[in-house]
């Protein structure tokens, strides 16, 4: 099966027990669908580049998912229906690993790994 990833920002105000009820609605979505969940982080609230639609900050949220292209459509519809979600990206990716993204690591992590970030 194809592999994505599926980043998305949900509003400010939300709690944080909330978002992962929210989160598991999106993954239940991908499952009813035949596909299956290979990786979910929560990169907590952070500042937006710029506001979008009133709010400054957002909860980011990825999903490596495991699944065929109707079901990526059906979950991309669901972010639009669902007045939470301000943003969000959907990449098909070559490979997804449990290794935590760049975003979850802190910066000596990625010196140990080979990335070298600094100028």
């Known amino acids: 099966m ?5 980043t998305f920002i949900l509003r400010q105000d939300i709690p944080v027990h909330d978002i992962h009820k929210i ?3 999106f993954v239940q979505i991908v499952l009813k669908e035949g596909g299956s969940l290979v990786k979910k982080e929560y990169w907590g609230l952070r500042t937006l580049s710029y506001e979008i639609r009133k709010n400054k900050k957002g909860h ?3 999903l490596g998912l495991s699944c065929d292209a109707p079901a ?3 979950l991309e519809r669901q972010y639009k229906i669902d007045e939470n979600v301000i943003n969000f990206m959907t990449v098909k990716v070559d490979s997804l690993t449990d290794v935590p993204s760049p975003m979850m690591q802190t910066p000596s992590d990625l010196g140990a790994l080979g990335n070298n970030y600094t100028e």
């Open 72 to 74: 990526v459509k059906n």
């Open 60 to 62: 980011y949220m990825l």
């Open 23 to 25: 989160t598991d609605h």
């Open 2 to 6: 194809p592999l994505y990833e599926s």
